[in-house]
């Protein structure tokens, strides 16, 4: 990603715990990208640095312990993160249900149905009282109906529908019911299908303090490129078991055996809503925690990664209140980490609204 950088010194010092796990040494300046992305911009303090557009260097500084408080002191960082996944509600009004077999499995833009998806009078239909959408009661199986949905979504294209990569996502009323038909991937947002995912904390021990493998995501992925990220996650397709998905994506985007990644424990899930436009992502995150043996070290297999490093929790914690570095729904999980392993406690302003928060969107 071509960026104009400009560069201004700070004269504070690093984090020294950081520095330690996350070798090559650093330099001393902190480069920022002047270039407005679709990312959120971020401010801390004075400064404003564009999510995508940092490096490893930024990241340290961001967690200086200088500038770091206890996470019990200040959530407000947090709700912000939860906040960013879950924008948009007011709107859902804008939306009607889309139902298969008398089950709603989601949801589409009144407007993205009249410009869009009307034309198709062969696949989807109104009913009588405009209550809600419909496929034509021809599409009967599930074969049917994946064919016909998905003969639009290619008509449609990456004008209309951008970042199809030909996965398939399950339509189905809640988690574990009966398959309707399978959905791009991409378009999942468009037809306010649920989606999930599989999101694992890979975390180790070092000098007497937890620490989380982090991954930042290539620069040339269509999606979030340049963002930081877990160490393992993926999309749930059609067809596969979570525990087996989640051991494939640990093979291919960190190097993680079977016999590392078989360990690993299902430990809840976070579930968000976000409306943007013609788009209602509506997301279930399954978590899982790894932990890996200390002298463990991470190798991309899917080239969809461009570099490893291994922070100390709280450091990670920080850079996620005071930074949009993360890809947003990774900060969900992280959170939820911090719950589970006792670094927020329940003397924290905030904390049972926090909790209830990751959970803000439908968790069936």
Same mark, same amino acid.
């Given at each position: 990603?071509?960026?104009?950088?400009?560069?201004?010194?700070?004269?504070?010092?690093?984090?020294?715990?950081?520095?330690?796990?996350?070798?090559?040494?650093?330099?001393?300046?902190?480069?920022?990208?002047?270039?407005?992305?679709?990312?959120?911009?971020?401010?801390?303090?004075?400064?404003?640095?564009?999510?995508?557009?940092?490096?490893?260097?930024?990241?340290?500084?961001?967690?200086?312990?200088?500038?770091?408080?206890?996470?019990?002191?200040?959530?407000?960082?947090?709700?912000?993160?939860?906040?960013?996944?879950?924008?948009?509600?007011?709107?859902?009004?804008?939306?009607?249900?889309?139902?298969?077999?008398?089950?709603?499995?989601?949801?589409?833009?009144?407007?993205?149905?009249?410009?869009?998806?009307?034309?198709?009078?062969?696949?989807?239909?109104?009913?009588?009282?405009?209550s809600h959408i419909m496929l034509h009661p021809v599409l009967r199986t599930p074969s049917e109906r994946t064919k016909a949905v998905g003969d639009?979504?290619?008509?449609?294209?990456?004008?209309?529908?951008?970042?199809?990569?030909?996965?398939?996502?399950?339509?189905?009323?809640?988690?574990?019911?009966?398959?309707?038909?399978?959905?791009?991937?991409?378009?999942?947002?468009?037809?306010?299908?649920?989606?999930?995912?599989?999101?694992?904390?890979?975390?180790?021990?070092?000098?007497?303090?937890?620490?989380?493998?982090?991954?930042?995501?290539?620069?040339?992925? #269509?999606?979030?490129?340049?963002?930081?990220?877990?160490?393992?996650?993926?999309?749930?397709?059609?067809?596969?078991?979570?525990?087996?998905?989640?051991?494939?994506?640990?093979?291919?985007?960190?190097?993680? #055996?079977?016999?590392?990644?078989?360990?690993?424990?299902?430990?809840?899930?976070?579930?968000?809503?976000?409306?943007?436009?013609?788009?209602?992502?509506?997301?279930?995150?399954?978590?899982?925690?790894?932990?890996?043996?200390?002298?463990?070290?991470?190798?991309?297999?899917?080239?969809?990664?461009?570099?490893?490093?291994?922070?100390?929790?709280?450091?990670?914690?920080?850079?996620?209140?005071?930074?949009?570095?993360?890809?947003?729904?990774?900060?969900?999980?992280?959170?939820?980490?911090?719950?589970?392993?006792?670094?927020?406690? #329940?003397?924290?302003?905030?904390?049972?609204?926090?909790?209830?928060?990751?959970?803000?969107?439908?968790?069936?």
């Amino acid at each position: 990603m071509a960026c104009n950088h400009h560069r201004l010194c700070l004269s504070r010092s690093f984090g020294s715990s950081i520095a330690s796990l996350s070798s090559p040494l650093l330099p001393s300046r902190l480069s920022l990208c002047s270039r407005t992305l679709a990312s959120t911009p971020l401010r801390l303090s004075s400064l404003s640095v564009s999510a995508a557009c940092f490096t490893w260097d930024d990241v340290v500084r961001i967690s200086d312990s200088q500038h770091s408080s206890r996470l019990s002191d200040d959530l407000q960082g947090f709700f912000e993160k939860i906040r960013v996944c879950n924008r948009g509600l007011e709107k859902q009004s804008d939306f009607l249900p889309f139902v298969i077999e008398d089950q709603t499995v989601g949801c589409i833009h009144k407007g993205f149905f009249d410009d869009h998806l009307k034309r198709f009078s062969n696949v989807f239909i109104f009913t009588q009282d405009n209550s809600h959408i419909m496929l034509h009661p021809v599409l009967r199986t599930p074969s049917e109906r994946t064919k016909a949905v998905g003969d639009v979504v290619k008509c449609l294209g990456e004008e209309v529908i951008p970042g199809i990569r030909k996965e398939l996502y399950p339509v189905a009323s809640c988690f574990g019911a009966p398959v309707f038909f399978s959905l791009e991937r991409a378009a999942a947002p468009y037809f306010g299908i649920k989606a999930y995912g599989v999101h694992m904390n890979g975390y180790t021990e070092r000098n007497r303090q937890k620490c989380l493998w982090i991954g930042k995501r290539s620069q040339v992925k #269509p999606t979030y490129p340049g963002m930081l990220d877990h160490l393992v996650a993926g999309g749930l397709p059609h067809g596969i078991a979570c525990k087996e998905n989640l051991m494939k994506e640990c093979e291919e985007e960190a190097g993680i #055996p079977r016999s590392i990644s078989e360990r690993a424990i299902s430990v809840g899930a976070v579930a968000y809503g976000d409306i943007d436009g013609y788009r209602y992502k509506r997301d279930v995150l399954f978590c899982y925690d790894l932990k890996l043996p200390e002298d463990f070290i991470p190798e991309n297999q899917d080239g969809e990664v461009e570099s490893f490093r291994c922070i100390p929790v709280t450091h990670v914690a920080d850079v996620i209140r005071r930074t949009h570095f993360f890809k947003s729904n990774c900060s969900l999980v992280i959170i939820d980490f911090l719950f589970r392993h006792g670094y927020i406690g #329940p003397d924290s302003l905030g904390y049972l609204e926090l909790l209830k928060s990751l959970r803000s969107g439908d968790c069936s």
